[in-house]
């Protein structure tokens, strides 16, 4: 077992920054790519960015290439999401995943343990 809690969400005007964490106990995820997601009221739920363990490749969604950088702490067993020049279109719920193996990158089938989310609220 994996337990992730994701911490850091909040409310921000358009243009703010916000970093997330998320924290992981239980069997660690030694090894394991980790990746953030998110969801917003009435839409799927859909990959935001993801990153290897030794952090030597990175992979982000179209809508927040150049504004979100995805990093970990592999001696901390924490992984963040910096978010920068925020929009409205970021308010969602953003969870945190651990994946399993190397394929689905940006599918939520590739991913087996998921954090209970927190809520980012960008206002206009």
């Known amino acids: 077992q994996v337990q992730l809690v994701e911490s850091g969400g909040g409310l921000v005007q358009a243009g703010g920054s916000l970093r997330l964490s998320c924290a992981a106990s239980?069997?660690?995820?030694?090894?394991?790519?980790m990746g953030w997601f998110r969801q917003a009221p009435g839409k799927e739920r859909e990959f935001v960015a993801r990153?290897?363990?030794?952090?030597?490749?990175?992979y982000y969604a179209d809508p927040v290439k150049g504004r979100f950088t995805i990093s970990r702490d592999n001696a901390k067993n924490t992984v963040y999401l910096q978010m920068n020049s925020l929009k409205p279109e970021d308010t969602a719920v953003y969870y945190c995943?651990?994946?399993?193996?190397?394929?689905?990158?940006?599918?939520?089938?590739?991913?087996?343990?998921w954090g209970q989310g927190t809520q980012v609220t960008v206002s206009s």
């Open positions: 995943a651990k994946a399993v193996g190397g394929s689905l990158l940006r599918s939520v089938s590739g991913y087996d343990y």
């Open positions: 239980g069997r660690t995820f030694s090894g394991s790519a």
């Open positions: 990153i290897n363990w030794s952090s030597s490749n990175a």
